[in-house]
């Protein structure tokens, strides 16, 4: 009877406690630290042991606490890609509807040298106009996403109506500053953030640093430990007036290239027949593009680059 | 030092059970039917914001009459335990049954020990993965908690309306054929002419069983004026042809003898007030005793 039998905040025997009963915020994160901070992402950690708790290897922290890298498993490349007609040169964006954002991540985890997992999903959807990918402390990330995804749904519920785009974008934010104790140790999170933007009628992309700053990037942007790789090839491969397809293409590629330079990035397993996730959100919603048509596109690249036969 | 007048229990129980009936009684009524395909909520409802039906969880809707800020609160808290609870757990773990328990208690604990007892009906109801999975909770302001199967109605004129719906109600409707006979029960007031209530004056939402996971939609205007016109136009052509559907006929037979008593208008001011009763907090106290069908349609205990 966890959470509603009466516990501290609780009146009587066997009813839910005040808390649920206050009139309060429409924030389910607020009304988890107010009477659960203990189910917080991460609360464990940070009021815990600490890190002393953990014998840490020296060198391998990336903070100064003693957490190892390979403590939980690592999420690397994240791309996203705006299409359809979006902004003019210089300016703010014309309303036409047509646009949207993929977003598209691989299926690598690593645990320091090590793949931990061959088949993880790193792009969920936020909501049904909005999609969200992590790169970073896998278990951490994974946890931030159910927590904002049930923070956008939550709201949803009580008010009855969406966040505005850039509500949900701050939103964001405002989890990922909580997990700054913990990105100071080493489990850093860091999310990419994109949806079509209902009121303007485009696709739209933010991205985040570990201490919640929010960003907005125009066109494309990527994240992770490929992205360095990823973003150049978005650089040349992307132009204005893309279609879904198109853009998919490029994401697909970017991967491509990430996963070629980057260990940690896994590209296409034609073996196991795992294919990046790749999402799309447009006016429609969000929508996970099928594996098969994934497949295609990724085998399509590889035949590309077979024929150009370049070992570089 | 003061006595206390001595009251008692019997008597406490009956006057703050009269005063919430009294409460309930006057808002309009919420019709939640079963359907082929999933679970429909009805009422008679003009604003676009201030909703009586929502949602809780994914396979979850709520339905409520009474008093607005209270079962408002309570559909919040409703939000907060399934939101909690499937976030502590899992998704599936998120039941009517438990929700509905929940508010037992609120309800029962607040007409035991509170001042005022709780002027609200509500409904909880969980479309399942087959229609026999389907779950509909009744909750009254005392904290009964009744485990209806197919249909209800709450609010005012309940156990008459109910009667009605119980009439016309048969298991595999399709939605048109649902929602229609939601709004002609709706619309038939007690004591005399049937309304007809526009598509703009319902609120109207779904719990869809084929939905992979967020069961609940709400319809629009527009989807709502289409199933009710089509499906209108294909019942009577049903009648013809199968003889009486089972909703038509015993829904004429009381209307009939009652259409030469009181003139329209008379009946329609009450239900007027009554519907904008809800929303409105100035609406509290005894006000004027319900209207005779009111009574007898008041929810049992």
């Known amino acids: ?312 | 030092m003061n006595m206390p007048f001595y009251v008692s229990p019997e008597q406490l129980m009956k006057d703050r059970a009269d005063f919430a009936r009294k409460g309930i009684a006057r808002g309009r009524s919420v019709v939640v039917l079963a359907y082929d395909a999933g679970i429909a909520f009805a009422t008679e409802n003009p604003s676009r914001a201030l909703h009586k039906i929502s949602e809780i969880y994914d396979r979850i809707g709520f339905a409520a009459v009474g008093k607005y800020n209270e079962f408002e609160n309570l559909r919040v808290a409703g939000v907060r335990y399934a939101d909690l609870r499937g976030y502590t757990y899992d998704r599936s773990d998120v039941t009517a049954r438990g929700l509905a328990n929940a508010y037992a208690q609120i309800l029962g604990t607040v007409f035991i020990t509170e001042s005022k007892p709780l002027e609200v009906e509500l409904v909880v109801a969980e479309v399942g993965r087959t229609a026999e999975d389907d779950q509909i909770y009744r909750l009254t302001y005392d904290g009964t908690v009744a485990d209806e199967h197919g249909h209800v109605v709450m609010g005012g004129q309940a156990e008459q309306l109910g009667r009605k719906v119980g009439e016309g109600w048969r298991p595999d409707m399709s939605l048109g054929e649902a929602l229609r006979l939601a709004v002609t029960v709706l619309g038939s007031s007690e004591n005399g002419t049937p309304r007809t209530i526009e598509p703009g004056q319902l609120e109207v939402a779904v719990l869809e069983r084929s939905r992979p996971r967020r069961a609940f939609r709400r319809l629009t205007k527009q989807s709502l004026t289409e199933l009710l016109t089509e499906e209108a136009a294909e019942d009577s052509g049903a009648d013809d042809a199968e003889g009486p559907g089972g909703t038509a006929v015993p829904r004429a037979v009381p209307a009939a003898p009652e259409k030469d008593e009181p003139a329209a208008p008379e009946k329609d001011d009450p239900a007027d007030q009554a519907g904008t009763a809800d929303p409105e907090p100035g609406d509290e106290g005894p006000g004027k005793p319900p209207p005779s069908g009111t009574q007898e349609g008041a929810p049992q205990d």
């Open chain 1, 1 to 312: 009877m966890d959470g509603f039998g009466g516990g501290p905040h609780g009146r009587g025997q066997g009813r839910l406690p005040d808390a649920f009963l206050r009139p309060g915020s429409s924030s389910f994160l607020e009304f988890l630290a107010e009477h659960a901070p203990d189910r917080l992402p991460g609360a464990a950690v940070t009021a815990g042991a600490g890190p002393s708790g953990y014998p840490g290897a020296p060198g391998a922290a990336a903070g100064q606490g003693g957490y190892r890298s390979d403590l939980s498993p690592h999420a690397t490349t994240i791309v996203a890609v705006t299409f359809g007609a979006g902004r003019p040169e210089g300016g703010r964006g014309t309303v036409s509807g047509s646009g949207g954002v993929v977003m598209a991540g691989d299926r690598r985890a690593t645990s320091g040298p090590m793949i931990a997992s061959r088949s993880m999903e790193k792009v969920y959807p936020a909501d049904d106009y909005s999609a969200v990918g992590i790169a970073g402390a896998a278990g951490i990330g994974i946890e931030l996403v159910k927590l904002y995804q049930l923070e956008l749904e939550h709201y949803e519920k009580i008010e009855g109506s969406l966040l505005s785009l850039e509500g949900k974008a701050n939103r964001l934010a405002t989890m990922l500053r909580g997990n700054l104790p913990m990105a100071m140790q080493g489990l850093t999170v860091v999310p990419l953030f994109a949806g079509y933007d209902l009121e303007r009628g485009e696709g739209r992309i933010f991205s985040y640093d570990p201490t919640g700053g929010c960003y907005e990037e125009y066109e494309h942007h990527g994240v992770g430990s490929g992205s360095l790789f990823a973003r150049g090839a978005m650089k040349k491969l992307w132009r204005p007036g893309l279609d879904a397809a198109g853009a998919v293409a490029v994401a697909v590629e970017a991967l491509y290239d990430a996963a070629d330079d980057d260990s940690a990035t896994g590209g296409p397993d034609t073996v196991r027949r795992i294919f990046p996730v790749v999402a799309t959100v447009t006016a429609d919603g969000y929508s996970r593009q099928p594996d098969d048509d994934v497949a295609a596109v990724a085998e399509r690249i590889a035949a590309e680059r077979r024929e150009r036969g370049s070992l570089a």
